[in-house]
């Protein structure tokens, strides 16, 4: 059990996880799951291990290049809970503002024509911004 914690700790030491992740990394090295959920459930008591916290840094560091869509899709597929995910978000500040300042660092003038209308569409669907913030930006709407 004492390995457990320090293996624990020793993730934790280099980076944030959240509870599901830690969960997997540990699982081979467990006992069993009931001494695993002991274990996260006292570094989480401890203050080590916080969901929140973990998405609060992922948004802050993922937000510069992602849209609100992508950033809640990687949250829920390492276990952070709906209510962490919507408590973080703000954080990466207004989706339209990142999502201009993507588009302007990757192309950086309107589309001339139909088909690169489309590929800059794409590209910034794929970076998971809403389509109001895209057509926003490609027909050239400055809020304020």
Known sequence: MADLRGQALKLLARRDYSRAELRS???PQAESTAVLEG????LQAAGLLSDAR???QRV???GLRYGDARLRQELRQRGVSDVDIATALPEAGDERVRCQQVWSRKFGQLPDSASEWARQMRFLQYR????????RVLCGVDDE
């Open 25 to 27: 990394r540990l699982l």
């Open 128 to 135: 998971g911004f809403s389509s109001d913030a895209i057509r």
């Open 60 to 62: 802050a560091v993922r």
């Open 39 to 42: 274990e996260l459930d006292r």
């Open 54 to 56: 973990y998405a609060t």
